[in-house]
């Protein structure tokens, strides 16, 4: 069974930092690509960041500069370091597994709230 398990979502003050998780597991391992998008109510679901298997990263210009994708390669993980969080940055965060560019797997969603 494939499951992708996000952690580290929450309340913060506009300037703070948040730091969310993803645990992978079942058919998915480091040959899968790996990323976060988030989705705000009323909107649609944009990508934050994506990291390639051999560790290329690529952002949203929204982001760059304040939000670090990484993954631990051994425990299966990806990892989104938010810093410098803006309340437009509030959203529902969600883990992907990718292939061949595509979006193959989802996790549920950890929601990211960010008072002014």
């Known amino acids: 069974q494939v499951q992708l398990v996000e952690s580290g979502g929450g309340l913060v003050q506009a300037g703070g930092s948040l730091r969310l998780s993803c645990a992978a597991s079942?058919?998915?391992?480091?040959?899968?690509?790996m990323g976060w998008y988030r989705q705000a109510p009323g909107k649609q679901r944009e990508l934050v960041a994506r990291i390639t298997t051999g560790g290329n990263t690529n952002y949203a210009d929204s982001v760059k500069g304040r939000f670090t994708i990484s993954r631990d390669y051994g425990k299966n993980m990806v990892f989104l370091q938010m810093t410098s969080l803006k309340p437009e940055d509030t959203s529902v965060y969600y883990c992907?597994?990718?292939?061949?560019?595509?979006?193959?797997?989802w996790g549920q969603g950890t929601q990211v709230t960010v008072s002014s």
């Open positions: 992907e597994a990718w292939d061949w560019g595509s979006s193959i797997y």
């Open positions: 079942g058919s998915i391992s480091s040959g899968n690509g």
